[in-house]
């Protein structure tokens, strides 16, 4: 009986082990084996590229130049989702908005200098970690807007661009309150109102006597502003002069005119400072996403070339 059990355990044993060792351990049939595999798996490899509708590598780039490499991590990993969302919906034609365009890799190498390989691969593993996500409302890719800084809480789109946008509502941000003082000579705001409104009447030297802000929002941004015979909204106003946001309050200083700027940006959408502040409070960048952007959703992208 003992011997008819080894007999057994011998047939087995072949059985098992002579496969293994032809298919591990037969040298050329090995390599054959191993260069077939490598060969599907490159074959697998350039379809996904070709039916990926966004080039992640691009993304790396475009996110360094829309981010600082030293913000927190996830912030940046929220950054780099908005900015495939943003491309998702231009190549699918949801908008004709301006193609984001990022660091070619000489300019990164100058601006970064030693540095660039470490910097570089942040930026390369956060768009690892986010691959294919994108942000969608109602199963479509949203518009991502996003800003620099707010002035404490972000905008609607409807007091931005006069469309109820659902998931641009203003959000709370209460840390990102970032704010600076520019100073303009009054001849030299009045030449820059002139060139853009030809027809406006105003008195120079009495300037801060005739603007008058007509309209706010709930964030304490500047709708609609007067000067002299013209109304014009805030954002307007804000890029005509060159002034970081239209949340500011204005002060006379002799010939001149100091305005104190809260914010930089439009304030709609997401904002990056913002982002940044809730990062270090330990949020995660999907925790992120969802508070500026109204009731949406986190997926891998579907969309296909």
Partial sequence: MKEFIKAICFIGGCLFFIPFLIVYGGGYQNEEILQKLA??????????????LIDEEKIISILAKEIPYNFEYEAIKAQAVVIRTYMTRRVLGIQNKG????YAEEEMKELWGEDFEHIYATYKEAVKDTE???????????EALYHR????????AKDVYNVDVHYLQGVTSEKDK????????????VSMLIEVYPDLVVDEDNLENQMQIVEKDQSEYIKTIQIGNTIISGEEF?????????????FKQSDSLV???RGIGHG???SQNGANELAKEGKKYDEIISHYYTDVTIKNNQYKK
Avoid: W
């Fill in 149 to 156: 800084a707010s002035s404490g809480m972000t905008r609607s």
């Fill in 268 to 270: 709609v959408g997401l």
């Fill in 99 to 102: 193609e984001l365009i990022g």
């Fill in 178 to 189: 970032l704010t600076k003082q520019i100073e303009l000579k009054k001849k030299d705001m």
């Fill in 132 to 142: 294919n996500q994108i942000i969608l409302y109602d199963s479509e890719p949203i």
């Fill in 39 to 52: 060969a599907q798996n490159s074959a697998a490899h350039h379809k996904r590229e070709e039916n990926s």
């Fill in 238 to 250: 804000r890029k005509i002069l060159g002034l970081p946001s239209s949340n500011f309050k204005v």
């Fill in 259 to 261: 305005f104190d700027v």
